[in-house]
C-alpha cells in the first residue's frame, strides 16, 4: 500500500479524545494517521487502530522519532518502542522528526530496520535542501517522504519541484495553517470556492493534492473530517490554480525556513 494522499494529523490530539477523534475518522474512511513520539499520543491512535477493527494491511501508519533518541542505537530503539506504543508488529513509516545533526546515523539505523522489515518505508520531516543532498550522499536508501510545512500561504513550489524530481514525496503539515481562520476569511478563495460549491478550506486543500502532495488534516470534529475528506469529486481549472498561487506569501508561519 503506497501512502494515501490524504491522512488525518493528530498533533495537539490526546487521551480519550484522541481514540475516539481517530476510531471515527478510519470510520469515515481515512487510511492513513499520522502519529510521532512528540505528540505523546502513539498509546492512543494504536488502540483507536485496534478498536476501529480495520484490517492492519488497509492502513497506513506514519511515526516520527526525536530528541533525545538521536543517535544510532538510541534510533532503533525508539523504533522498537513506538511498535510497543501502536501496538503494531510494523510501521508503515518512519521519519527523523527534524534534521538533527546526527541524521545521518539515525537515517542508517532506519534503513537497517526497513530492511529487516520492521519498517516498510523511511523517511524524514522539516529537511531542507542542503539537508536532504547531504542525506543522498550518506544513505543506501533515498527517502519516501519530506514531510515540511505546506500551505495556501507558504507554497515552496521551487522546493516542493526539487523533491519531486528527485522522486521524494512531499507530505504537507499544517495544510491549513493549523488555523484556517486566514483561509475561511480570504475573499479570493471565497470566489473560487462557489465555483465548486465547495469549502474555502476544501479549495486550500484540493490545490495541494492538485500539486501532488500528501495532506494530513487535523480535527476533532466529524462535519470537518468528511468535509477534508470530500475533495476528490472535483478539479480546480488552471485559471484558479493560477490564482491562487498569488496568495503564496512564501513565508513560514511558524518560523521554519527551507
Ligand atoms: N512534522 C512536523 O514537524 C509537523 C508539524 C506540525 C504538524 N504536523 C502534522 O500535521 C498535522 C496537521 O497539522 P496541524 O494539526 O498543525 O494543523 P492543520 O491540520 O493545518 O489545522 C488544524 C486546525 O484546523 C481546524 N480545522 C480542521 N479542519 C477544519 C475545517 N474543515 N474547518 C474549519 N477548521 C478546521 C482544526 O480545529 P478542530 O480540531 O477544532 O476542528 C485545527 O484547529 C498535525 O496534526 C501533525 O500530524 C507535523
Known amino acids: 500500500m503506497d501512502i494515501p494522499q490524504i491522512g488525518f494529523g493528530t498533533w495537539t490530539l490526546k487521551g480519550k479524545e484522541c481514540i475516539e477523534a481517530v476510531k471515527e475518522a478510519i470510520l469515515l474512511g481515512y487510511r492513513h494517521i499520522d502519529t510521532a513520539q512528540m505528540y505523546g499520543n502513539e498509546i492512543e491512535v494504536g488502540k483507536a487502530i485496534k478498536e476501529s477493527n480495520i ?34 508488529d510494523y510501521i508503515d ?4 522528526h527534524e534534521p538533527y545533526s546526527t541524521f545521518t546515523e539515525m537515517y542508517k539505523a532506519l534503513e537497517e530496520l526497513k530492511n529487516k522489515g520492521i519498517i516498510r518505508f523511511i523517511g524524514v520531516s522539516n529537511f531542507n535542501k542542503q539537508e536532504i543532498l547531504k ?22 513550489e521551487n522546493y516542493r519541484s526539487f523533491l519531486h524530481e528527485l522522486g521524494i514525496r512531499v507530505v504537507a503539515w499544517s495544510p491549513l495553517c493549523a488555523n484556517p481562520k486566514e483561509i475561511i476569511d480570504n475573499l ?22 492538485q500539486n501532488d502532495v500528501v495532506i494530513i488534516p487535523k480535527t476533532i470534529h466529524k462535519d470537518r473530517m468528511k ?31 527551507y
Not at 543517535?71 to 532503533?76: A, G, P, Q, V
Not at 478539479?235 to 490564482?243: A, P, T
Request: hydrophobic share 40%; with cysteine; glycine share 2%.
Open 93 to 96: 513509516l518512519v521519519l527523523i
Open 227 to 257: 468535509e477534508n475528506l470530500n475533495i476528490m469529486d472535483f478539479s480546480l481549472s488552471n485559471e484558479d490554480i493560477e490564482k491562487i498561487k498569488l496568495l503564496d506569501q512564501n513565508k513560514s508561519k511558524f518560523g521554519w525556513y
Open 135 to 156: 542525506l543522498l550522499k550518506n544513505c543506501a536508501i533515498k527517502p519516501y517522504v519530506n514531510q515540511i510545512e505546506m500551505h495556501i500561504f507558504y507554497q515552496q
Open 55 to 88: 484490517n492492519r494491511k488497509d492502513i497506513f501508519i506514519t511515526t516520527k522519532i526525536c530528541a533525545p533518541n538521536t543517535t544510532y542505537e538510541l534510533t532503533k530503539k525508539a523504533v522498537f518502542q513506538s511498535l510497543e506504543n501502536l501496538g503494531l
Open 188 to 209: 479570493i478563495l471565497t470566489d473560487i470556492s462557489r465555483k465548486y460549491y465547495k469549502s474555502n478550506v476544501q479549495i486550500a486543500l484540493k490545490f495541494l493534492l
